[in-house]
């Protein structure tokens, strides 16, 4: 695996962050602040402290209490949040999260007006332009269906230019077929950024739904043919499958309990995304992606105590 570039500065990711209910089993509602690519942000700095690497978060919020929970939490874990647009009467998303005794979650969303929605659309005051001087853009397949067909166009385009120019671009299709107009629809942009992903982290379960693949392996026959060369397939306890097949990960931590399953995948993504940035191994890459998994996956909540 190459190294992460030497003068990588600056880290954006992009997408939607969202008020958290947290219904434990049997417990008290929790209030708090969640959002596929705000935890990998989250983790991803965390990761990276000392590094001299900024880690910038781009997604729009209202002028609300909520909002402002949400740019608090961004800024108490060091996040820039200078590619934050406000959108005066709009408010963020909210979902509940439910956890089964197996650590399994399921989903309610309040999410179809959010501010996020309206992330590059006219009129902003943050374009994706504003990301140029980004080292790395990581986004996922959430931050593409949230996102109305121009805009979504209009980033695809930036990041081809973005990648012209030498930048790294990493992505999680992250499949939630509610988000989507069609299936049909997903597929053809989610091929679209795995034909454009210099670092690919799908995860199994998700292609296969997406794709209608029989198994793992014509996962990675189409992700071959779509030209990803780079990057980790996630496949939960399996533990990790290099991309480029080159590295095998020797030391990966068992989980004796799932408490729960959320940010499995995005702290994975967090692991490996810090791990190529130091300039690490493939397979250092893909052990630090597992283990931080392993210890998110063994705690309550998506963001857990450092």
């Known amino acids: 695996m190459q190294k992460g570039k030497a003068t990588t500065r600056r880290v954006c990711c992009v997408g939607e962050v969202m008020i958290e209910l947290s219904n434990a089993l049997g417990g008290t509602p929790q209030l708090g602040v969640a959002g596929d690519t705000y935890n990998t942000a989250v983790y991803l700095g ?14 729009a919020l209202g002028r609300d209490p909520y ?9 108490d874990h060091g996040l820039d949040v200078s590619l934050v647009e406000t959108r005066p009467d709009l408010m963020p998303g909210l979902y509940a999260i439910d956890t089964d005794e197996f650590g399994e979650r ?10 996020a929605r309206s992330l590059f659309s006219e009129p902003c005051l943050v374009s994706p332009s504003d990301m140029s001087g980004a080292d790395l853009i990581y986004l996922s397949g959430i931050t593409m269906a949230i996102l109305p067909p121009k805009v979504r166009q209009r980033l695809i385009d930036f990041i081809a230019e973005f990648r012209g120019r030498g930048g790294v671009f990493a992505y999680d299709s992250n499949y939630r077929p509610r988000l989507w107009e069609s299936r049909d629809i997903a597929q053809d942009i989610n091929e679209q950024m ?6 690919a982290l799908p995860s199994v379960d998700d292609e296969m739904e997406l794709f209608g693949d029989a198994n793992e392996a014509a996962v990675l026959a189409r992700l071959s043919r779509f030209g990803v060369s780079r990057g980790a397939l996630k496949r939960g306890p399996e533990g990790p499958l290099d991309l480029s097949g080159e590295a095998t990960p ?3 931590q068992a989980v004796s309990k799932v408490v729960d399953s959320t940010a499995a995948g995005d702290s994975f993504n967090a692991g490996y995304l810090a791990a190529y940035l130091k300039g690490e191994t493939t397979q250092i890459a893909l052990e630090t992606g597992h283990n931080l998994a392993a210890k998110v996956i063994s705690a309550r909540g998506a963001i857990i105590p450092e």
């Open 46 to 59: 965390r990761l990276l402290r000392g590094e001299a690497i900024d880690i910038s978060y781009v997604t």
């Open 67 to 75: 909002s402002s929970k949400i740019e608090n939490a961004l800024k």
């Open 106 to 115: 399921s989903f309610s969303y309040w999410r179809s007006n959010s501010a």
């Open 194 to 199: 795995w034909r454009a992903a210099d670092i």
């Open 250 to 252: 020797q030391d990966l």
